[in-house]
């Protein structure tokens, strides 16, 4: 079955250090990309939606300059979190669609990337 | 590792009819469990969740059951509407908040 691929899984950094997380589609062309973020305790929350070529559609609440969303090509979406802080800690975790066929297309997910800022 | 194993789909019921959508899970100590569903074009929404043995979860009409000895968390609805055709994800959550997923279940509800 198709798989994505996010990595890294664990990542620990000093406060304002940047980390990049990538999500990539092993097998199929993903015409779009999803971004969540759990907290501790709490449930998945949407961060945004990236379609390849196109600027990333945030949710409202979330920051556009300190998570960068780079949707580089069909395979390959970035998630950066530019200058980190402790309240990013987190568990980040990408999820690619198919969207083919239409009202069939199907959703992966990658394993996550948990984030802890020193 | 953690994983789980949900009924393929698509499920496909007309308005009014009893919904089951099966998972069962593998994980180590007491996971939270969680259900979330895609509506078409959308991101995942939490449905419902349950964070300990027997605790049920109830969102929308949806009801699952933490059952620790089955290691199940199957999503029911007593008569689902066709508002309710989506793809829907069953995932345990573990001691570290690190999300599972399930393959999904497409549900389809025909008028």
């Known amino acids: 079955g198709a798989v994505v691929s996010q990595h890294p899984s664990r990542v620990i950094c000093k406060s304002g250090t940047s980390v990049k997380i990538e999500c990539r589609s092993l097998d199929f062309q993903a015409t779009t990309m999803f971004w969540y973020r759990q907290f501790p305790k709490k449930s998945l929350m949407l961060m945004a939606t990236s379609n390849e070529g196109s600027k990333a559609t945030y949710e409202q609440g979330v920051e556009k300059d300190k998570f960068l969303i780079n949707h580089a090509s069909l395979t390959l979406s970035t998630l950066t979190v530019t200058s980190a802080h402790p309240e990013d800690s987190s568990f980040y975790i990408c999820s690619a669609s198919t969207g083919a066929p239409a009202g069939n297309e199907k959703l992966f997910f990658g394993s996550g990337t948990q984030l802890s800022v020193l | 590792g953690d994983s789980v194993t949900q009924m393929e789909g698509p499920v496909t019921l007309s308005e009014e009819a009893f919904l089951t959508i099966n998972c069962t899970y593998t994980a180590t100590g007491y996971p939270s469990l969680f259900w979330y569903v895609q509506y078409p074009g959308e991101g995942l929404q939490l449905l419902l969740k349950?964070?300990?043995?027997?605790d049920k979860g109830s969102n929308k009409g949806f009801e699952a059951t933490y059952r620790k000895e089955t290691t199940s968390f199957h999503l029911e609805k007593g008569s689902v509407q066709v508002s309710d055709s989506a793809v829907y994800f069953c995932?345990?959550?573990?001691?570290?908040?690190?999300?599972?997923f399930g393959g999904g279940t497409r549900l389809m509800v025909k008028p």
């Open positions: 995932a345990p959550s573990n001691a570290g908040n690190m999300l599972t």
């Open positions: 349950a964070t300990k043995a027997d």
